[in-house]
Structures are given as C-alpha cells and as structure tokens.
C-alpha cells in the first residue's frame, strides 16, 4: 500500500556512499512540538509515522503520540512494529515449537505451511542451558560444555532444524555467550536500514532483560514468547501511548561505589515510585560520565524496578562503544548522522518534558547488597549482618534456635530494609585505613558438622553455600568485572582463600571477559578461589546453579539451615536460585568474591575480617578493594576492539559438537511421539476458521489462592524437577532416569513436562491449604488435598471450569509465557488479582484466559472471600465489558476485565493470540480478509 505521507515527513539522508529514505520527526515540530517528547516517545512516534498507510495506521495514530499529554492517564491506543525479536534458548524452544505446530494446523485447515515464517529478522541466542555442575576446576567449562549437549541434544537438533526451515530466524549456538550481552556487543544496530529506508533499530525479546540494549540507545523490551511469535508473523503489538518517567541522574559515584551498587539504588526507588506499565527515561550531567556498560547495568534491571523499559538516549558514549565493540565505521557514521538529522540525538540542554521526574545524588551511592528474597529490598553493605539476623524470623528460626539470643534480640525481625537498625554507623565506602581488629564473639551457638576434603567444618544458618558471578546484568560490565579479579588478586597475594563450603563459580556473558581477564593477568588469581570460568551463560541466576556438594546439602537438610547465595544476578526469588538455599542476595562481582572469602551473612563486612594471613593477621574488605584508578587503569589496558571482532568473527557456526548434530529436515516437522523434550502442542487442536465467542464463567472452583507479590517464578516451571511431583512422575513414567530430568527451562518444549510443573514452586503458598507450601491444593467439593496438576484434571474431567484468587502485583518477574500457557492447559478461566505486572496480564489474555482485577480498596480479605466458594463470572459480553459481576456462595463484587486496549479484546475473542494470527494469515492466503481491529 502507498504510504499517504499526510505530515509530508518522507526525506533522503545520505550517508557516505548510501542514500535511505527516512520519516522526520521535525516535519510535525510546528504542529506538535515533537522537540517536549521523552526520546521513547519519538522513536514510537517514528515508528508510526514510518507505517502509515491510512489503514491499519492512521494520521490519527500519529496525532495521538504527537499530542501526548504527560499528566494525562494511557488513553490513546497505537500499535508498534518492531524491528527484530531477540529470543533466547528457554523461551526460544517452546516459540519454535508453537511455530511448527502452526504450520501443521495451517496445513490442515488448507493454506500453505511456509506462510508460517518469520517477516522480520529473528535472532535466538542459546545462553540458559548451561548448568554448573562442575566448578572450582579448569576442566569445568568443558565438563559442563559436555553436560550440556547431552542433556539437550534433542532441543538444539530441534533448533537447528528451525535455523534451516524458518528464512528470517539465526541462532547462535551455546557455549557463545549471554543474549543480552551478545546483543549489546554484535546483535544490536542502533539504527537499522531495511529495503532501502533507515529507522531506529527496535526490538522486543522472549526475555525480561531484553531492556539491557536500552543502555545503547535502542527501544526493546520484554514481552512473553507467544507475543513475540506473533511480532515475528507480521502482527504489531497493541499499547497505550505510555507516560514516561523521567529520572535525573547528577553527581559522581563514589569511590568504593560500583554500578551494580548503583542500579540496586536505582531500582529501590523506581519500586517505591511506582512505574509499573511506565517507561524511564535517563537524563542529565549525570550521564556524561556514565560509561555505556553502567547504563546497559541500568537498563537490564527495567523488570526489577517494574518499567516497561528503561532508556538511555543515543550520545558519544554510544558511539564510543559501537567503535570499541568492533562495529563498522560505516555503522558509526549512520547512527551518528541519522540520530542528529532526526531529533534522536541526546541534548542535555533541552530536556524533555516527563510524567514525573525523580533524582538522583550519584555521590550518595554507597555498596549494597538486596534480598533475601526481592531484588528491590536494597540493604547497605554496613547492615547486610544485621539485616539478615532480623530476617531470619520469617524464614522460621526462633530466637533460641542456634542463635545467640544476646546477639539477635537487638535487631529487626524483618527482612525490609525500611526497619534497619537506627543505630548503624555511617555507610562505608569500602576504602581507607583498615579498621583495628575485633574481637568477635561466636554469632552461632552450635554448627551440624560437614567434612570436606578431609576438614571437619561446622555449617551454621548464614553459610553462604553458592558465591557465583553470573548474568548479563553484572557480567556485561568491565568495571565490575575487573574489579572483582583484582579483588581476588589482592587476597590471593595476602593469604586468603575461599571457605571449602561455598560452591563458587564465574559464568562470563561473552567470551571477551574470558580474554581480557587474560590480557589483564587476573585469571590465575580468580581462579585460584575457585572461581573458574564454568560457561558462557546465565547459569546461577535462572537457577542452573547444579547441585551443591553432597556433604553440605546433608547438613542444610539435617539442620533445617537458612543457607545463602550471593550472586551477581538480577533476580533472587524465593527457590530461584536453589531450592536448598533459602536466602539469596544480589551483590557485585567483587561482593561475590568478598563473601566467598567470608563464608557467612552474619558478617559485617565493614568492620570484621574477611579473614587472615599465615601470620595471623587480619585482612579486611578495605585491605583487598581496588581503587577506581586500579579498575579504570585495567580496562584500559586490557580491552579492545579486535578481542569483539574475534569473538563474533563466526559468530553463528558454533563448535564440531553443533555442526555435526543430526537434524531432520522438510517445511514440516517430524514430530516424535516418544520424545520428552519436544511435543506437538494442543492448541490448535480442534481448531476451526471461525472464531468463538468470550462466555461468562459458570460455577467455577478456585483452584489456587495466593497472596502478594507472586512471580512467574512461583507460578511457571523453573529448575530442578522433583522426583515426587507430578512432572517427575510423568519422566519416570517415560522411561527418563532421575539423573537425566534436566530443568523445567530445557524442558519448556513438552507441554505435558510444563503443566504439570505449572503452580509447582517449593515455596509456593496456597491459602486454601495454608500449612502447606509447594504444589498442594484442596479438590471441592470433596475436601481431598492433593496437588494442584491432578486437581486440575479431577475438574476437567468433570467439566468444572477453574480460577485463580491473588493478590498486588500477582506475575511480577521474567517475561514467562508458560506462567500464561500452564494455567490455560490446566483449565483456568479466569485470574482475579488486586494488581498485575505487565507481561504477565497480557500473556493471560492472549492464551484465552480472562484478566480480572479487584475494585480499587477490595481484595479478597475485604470481601471475605475463603477460596472455597463456587463462582460465577457474568457480564462478560463477548469481551465488551469493562466491569463484570462475580458471584461467590451469596456475596456479590465487582471486577475490572483488564482488557486494555480493542486489540486484547480480539485477542480474546479469537481464543488467543496464536488461532487470531493463524486465521489471519489463513485468510490472507485464500484472498479473504479476516476483520481486524482497527481496519
């Protein structure tokens, strides 16, 4: 379709040799005054303005984010296009899957199967396999290399068979790197050109932390796999024009400060803000002296603080960084030219116009550690001690139990850093004198004994059991990185080492951290605590942690311990990390190493002893830290372009191991009936060209009913697969041998694996059987208890539609579509919630499952609700409503359907995204026409 061009905004930019058609955004300045938007805004605002075609985008579309009032709440509906999608292995397979699966139904209803094929680019990094099984050893990397290809040799033959059958999708084999690292060191374009036209480069991934990029300058986010497989097909994602946060960043860190210090603060605030649904944009003089890897840290953290993105706009320091990460000068001249010629170019001197504006005081940054449980809860490193005592109580350890009464009474029984001790000292920087040494009194009064290696050693609550450098948040920053091996190296040359019960291990995001360690000289010294290269990936923060020594896990399990893991992670959820580790806080790098020399949380870091030298004398955390110059003078002299070129040279070809994998081939895939990794899903079962219609709910049973601040963690399958649970039984019963379960993520392929894990977290809390944690509910009417999988089937049986009751942000965490696809397959028909996180209320609504929320002020305990009602949703009109009536057992409420915007609604209609996307398609090839929103 001609573009109308309405605002006259078509124009040539010539780069060097090139000539791209490009939209201006200073076409509509004397009308709208484009120059007050926030940065995202323009880059949507072009994105519109691009794709107008009077039809599916309208000069009212435009108008819409060209007008956009700051103050005013989201109203106006607009659609977005990006450029690319960006998936990674665990959400990556099950997106492949529902493709194939898409080909066979478009096959059966008569259209053509290659139809079924991504129409923009789409990229799959395989990062979240890896496992640390090995570690402490220089033969780990190859160890766990090894491991790994035989646990998912079916799923990467699978994948690969996809890189040949699907045009658009490239897959870069594991053993490589981090997505979102390697997306900010190759994939990443900043400005993208495409049939002869230039645009910003935009993308959504299957994961949450695809908001890293945003440090460069590029508009991403996370959304679930089935709306991402939906953009790969050509369908533009629905939103309202959004209001955007502005945050003022002024100052200098401190030094002793790092950029993980930084974001943790950072992400305290925005949570206390509240931007859930916002964007966040960064400016001010702040920013001229962040270097581009703190702001990709920043930018990473967007799903912890609860913003749909948050935004670093294009400068110098993106140049700099494209020219140091090996892209082409020809690249460089484009982004550069392209974001000054359009409005794209950051002017700290003409600030947008925000929402809402928040500050921040650099220089009041100071080290900090979060958790035990939420990567919100920020505790200053001088009361992390103190903060894990007073937190001990809400994991169930009474004051008597191995505790030192006289030590515990004194602090807060609470794990939120709103009750520190009021007595604390002043924050620490980490540097300076050291302080006189202290005589320390035994925190513990008794340890369950533990041999390693021959030494008996006595474990205690606070052990800290995992140490592990990992994640692209941290792993993506030199500076943290170099400064944890320079820790290492200065406690190595004072005599330290690790404490043999703390399982360490350092998972890089790309391969360039290995060679500049190298190059810098730090690697023997880093290993030399254990701290061993054991992959390139995710690994301990998704919870590919592996399994502890055996000798410590019998004494946590003997003592009922509250052991801890530091990580350098984004996420600490409650049995994210390891289901045996029960406290886990996110800390940096040269934190992680610090308490792997400490080996307890019930140590002040600040004023005692990391530990002692041959001679008896005590080495504090100042004695080891590295000054900024250090760090700075390291990097660089250790990074450069060529070890980028080098590293992405052959980016896709991978290892002997990848290229030989045998794969089937054809348009179609060869489904294997007796496979338990990879299976058909039923989604499309049944499925006819004529849409159904949104029902009132009858007669409903509450399946499970939940409390605040439940993660898709809690709620989709994730890590080790228990031999007693459903999704064990169901391996066992297929022939899988305990030792060759894998984790849920390698899994997230085989629908049968998936439901029966869905609402199967060890820490999960049902209120209808609240003595309880894990997989249990009760069936009614009959009052059985039994898990919540074969609960789930008794009503299916029994043809009795099911609900989900909980509470404020009920989906907060990773962008998991199985959080939406598990309780679909379960027969949920309906969640009601006091709030929602973002991905997890539209993941809902597009598998067929109706998002409720609760009146503003009514919850469950205010309306008396037990869970054990039978209930009834009406009013639904055919998904029309904006209110429906709930009736539970003689009490009547009103509920919000959160059906945002027209497009959700069809969604709904349609039985969900993927049956909307493949009748369209369907249609479009026999020459009809299916009525789409908005047309």
């Given at each position: 379709?001609?573009?109308?061009?309405?605002?006259?905004?078509?124009?040539?930019?010539?780069?060097?040799?090139?000539?791209?058609?490009?939209?201006?955004?200073?076409?509509?300045?004397?009308?709208?005054?484009?120059?007050?938007?926030?940065?995202?805004?323009r880059i949507l605002l072009e994105n519109v303005l691009r794709r107008e075609d009077g039809d599916t985008v309208r000069a009212a579309d435009v108008e819409a984010i060209a007008r956009w009032d700051a103050t005013a709440e989201p109203s106006s509906e607009v659609t977005f296009a990006p450029a690319r999608v960006l998936l990674q292995d665990f959400t990556g397979v099950p997106a492949v899957v529902d493709l194939a699966a898409m080909r066979d139904a478009m096959s059966a209803l008569g259209g053509d199967p290659s139809a079924i094929d991504p129409l923009i680019p789409a990229e799959l990094v395989i990062d979240h396999s890896v496992q640390v099984d090995d570690f402490a050893s220089r033969l780990a990397i190859r160890r766990n290399a090894e491991l790994e290809f035989e646990r998912n040799r079916e799923r990467y033959a699978f994948l690969r068979w996809g890189q040949g059958a699907f045009d658009a999708l490239k897959v870069v084999p594991p053993n490589t790197g981090i997505c979102h690292q390697v997306n900010l060191e190759f994939l990443a374009r900043v400005v993208e050109t495409r049939d002869g036209r230039a645009f910003p480069d935009t993308l959504v991934g299957t994961d949450s932390h695809t908001t890293m990029v945003n440090g460069l300058g590029v508009l991403g986010w996370g959304v679930g796999g089935i709306e991402a497989e939906a953009a790969m097909l050509g369908e533009s994602i629905s939103m309202l024009v959004p209001q955007v946060v502005g945050f003022r960043l002024h100052g200098q860190l401190p030094e002793g400060a790092t950029a993980t210090d930084l974001v943790l603060t950072v992400t305290e605030i925005l949570r206390r803000t509240g931007v859930v649904g916002k964007f966040v944009e960064y400016f001010g003089e702040g920013l001229a002296g962040l270097p581009l890897a703190d702001r990709a840290t920043i930018g990473n953290m967007s799903p912890e603080y609860g913003a749909t993105c948050g935004f670093f706009p294009v400068d110098d320091e993106t140049l700099r960084y494209l020219r140091l990460t090996g892209r082409s000068d020809e690249r460089v001249a484009l982004v550069e030219r392209y974001c000054k010629e359009n409005m794209l170019w950051h002017d700290p001197s003409e600030p947008a116009t925000y929402t809402q504006v928040v500050e921040l005081d650099l220089s009041t940054v100071e080290p900090s550690l979060a958790g035990p449980r939420r990567p919100q809860d920020r505790i200053p490193l001088t009361q992390a001690k103190t903060m894990f005592l007073g937190a001990l109580e809400t994991f169930g350890v009474a004051y008597g139990d191995g505790v030192d009464e006289a030590v515990v009474e004194s602090f807060p029984a609470s794990d939120s850093p709103a009750h520190a001790d009021p007595g604390a000292s002043e924050p620490s920087t980490g540097q300076g004198v050291s302080p006189a040494p202290v005589a320390l009194a035994p925190t513990w009064t008794a340890g369950v004994p533990c041999e390693l290696d021959g030494e008996v050693v006595h474990l205690s609550h606070g052990a800290v059991v995992i140490a592990a450098i990992t994640s692209c948040t941290n792993t993506s920053n030199p500076s943290v990185m170099v400064a944890a091996g320079l820790l290492a190296k200065k406690a190595v040359e004072l005599g330290l080492d690790r404490r043999p019960w703390v399982k360490s291990s350092l998972a890089p995001g790309s391969k360039v951290v290995?060679?500049?360690?190298?190059?810098?000289?730090?690697?023997?010294?880093?290993?030399?605590?254990?701290?061993?290269?054991?992959?390139?990936?995710?690994?301990?923060?998704?919870?590919?942690?592996?399994?502890?020594?055996?000798?410590?896990?019998?004494?946590?399990?003997?003592?009922?311990?509250?052991?801890?893991?530091?990580?350098?992670?984004?996420?600490?959820?409650?049995a994210r990390i390891?289901?045996?580790?029960?406290?886990?806080?996110?800390?940096?790098?040269?934190?992680?190493?610090?308490y792997a020399l400490a080996g307890r949380m019930d140590l002040d870091l600040t004023t005692e002893p990391l530990g002692h030298t041959a001679n008896g004398e005590p080495v504090f955390l100042s004695d080891v830290w590295p000054t900024p110059r250090e760090v700075r003078e390291t990097v660089e002299g250790a990074i450069g372009r060529e070890m980028f070129e080098k590293t992405y040279a052959d980016v896709y070809t991978g290892d002997p191991e990848w290229r030989e994998l045998e794969i089937p081939s054809g348009d179609l895939y060869?489904?294997?009936?007796?496979?338990?990794y990879v299976r058909r899903p039923p989604y499309f079962d049944g499925m006819s060209l004529d849409p159904g219609s949104v029902d009132d709910v009858h007669d409903a049973r509450c399946l499970v009913s939940l409390g605040d601040s439940v993660t898709t963690d809690h709620i989709s399958p994730a890590g080790a697969i228990r031999p007693d649970g459903p999704a064990g039984r169901y391996l066992i019963d297929h022939g899988v041998e305990r030792k060759d379960f894998n984790s849920y993520g390698s899994r997230r392929g085989n629908h049968e694996v998936m439901v029966r894990g869905t609402f199967a977290n060890v820490r999960l809390r049902n209120l209808l059987v609240p003595e309880s944690e894990g997989t249990w509910t009760?069936?009614?009417?009959?009052?059985?208890?039994?898990t919540i999988f074969d609960a789930a089937e008794r009503y299916l049986a029994e043809g009795v539609p099911t609900i989900v009751l909980a509470g404020k942000e009920y989906g907060s965490g990773s962008s998991r579509d199985w959080a939406a696809k598990g309780p679909n397959l379960l027969g949920v028909k309906a969640v009601i919630a006091e709030s929602y996180e973002r991905i997890h209320r539209s993941n809902l609504l597009m598998m067929g499952v109706l998002p409720l929320q609760f009146l503003e002020g009514e919850s469950r305990e205010s309306l008396g609700l037990t869970g054990r009602e039978l209930f009834s949703v009406t009013g639904v009109e055919d998904g029309e409503a904006r209110e429906v009536t709930v009736r539970a057992d003689g009490k009547e409420f009103r509920a919000i359907l959160r059906l945002d915007t027209p497009r959700e609604r069809e969604y709904l209609r349609q039985g969900g995204i993927l049956p909307y996307v493949l009748r369209k398609l369907e249609a479009s090839g026999a020459g009809g026409s299916v009525p789409v929103v908005g047309d």
């Open positions: 379709m001609t573009h109308p061009d309405t605002f006259g905004a078509r124009s040539a930019l010539s780069v060097g040799d090139a000539s791209h058609e490009i939209f201006r955004l200073d076409a509509l300045q004397s009308r709208y005054d484009v120059a007050r938007l926030p940065y995202t805004l290995s060679e500049y360690f190298d190059r810098a000289g730090l690697t023997p010294y880093l290993e030399a605590l254990g701290f061993h290269t054991v992959g390139y990936g995710c690994t301990t923060c998704i919870g590919n942690s592996g399994p502890l020594p055996e000798p410590v896990s019998a004494a946590i399990a003997e003592g009922d311990l509250v052991a801890c893991a530091v990580l350098s992670g984004n996420r600490n959820f409650e390891h289901p045996e580790v029960k406290a886990n806080y996110l800390a940096s790098p040269p934190l992680v190493v610090a060869a489904w294997n009936d007796g496979s338990t009760v069936h009614l009417p009959s009052g059985d208890e039994t």
